[in-house]
Nanobody, 128 residues
Framework: QVQLVESGGGLVQAGGSLRLDCAAS????????MGWFRQAPGKEREFIVA????????YYADSVKGRFTISRDKAKNTLYLQMNSLKPEDTAVYYC?????????????????????WGQGTQVTVSS
């Protein structure tokens, strides 16, 4: 079992920055992948970025490329999402997720069904 707990959401003005943390417990990751998704009201959950836990290789959605940065601290079992140049359209509930079956293949997981553990979500609101 894996428990994921996000923190760091809040209200920020357009152009500002926030950092989200996702603390993982229940197992020590030595492989697998983790990702960030977001869901705005009335919309489907959207992939943002994924990272291979072991190698650190990343894949970003075009909507956040160049503005958001994913990283992980393997010793702390913690995933981060640094969000810069935030826009009102970034407003959503942000979720971290873990794909424990990923074994280092070329394609990082980008769809929700690939992820078997999810955090509870944290609200990010960007005002104009």
């Amino acid at each position: 079992q894996v428990q994921l707990v996000e923190s760091g959401g809040g209200l920020v003005q357009a152009g500002g920055s926030l950092r989200l943390d996702c603390a993982a417990s229940g197992r020590t990751f030595s492989s697998g992948a983790m990702g960030w998704f977001r869901q705005a009201p009335g919309k489907e959950r959207e992939f943002i970025v994924a990272i291979a836990w072991n190698s650190g290789r990343t894949y970003y959605a075009d909507s956040v490329k160049g503005r958001f940065t994913i990283s992980r601290d393997k010793a702390k079992n913690t995933l981060y999402l640094q969000m810069n140049s935030l826009k009102p359209e970034d407003t959503a509930v942000y979720y971290c997720a873990a794909d424990t079956d990923y074994s280092g293949g070329y394609y990082l997981p980008t769809i929700t069904s690939r992820y078997d553990y999810w955090g509870q979500g944290t609200q990010v609101t960007v005002s104009s």
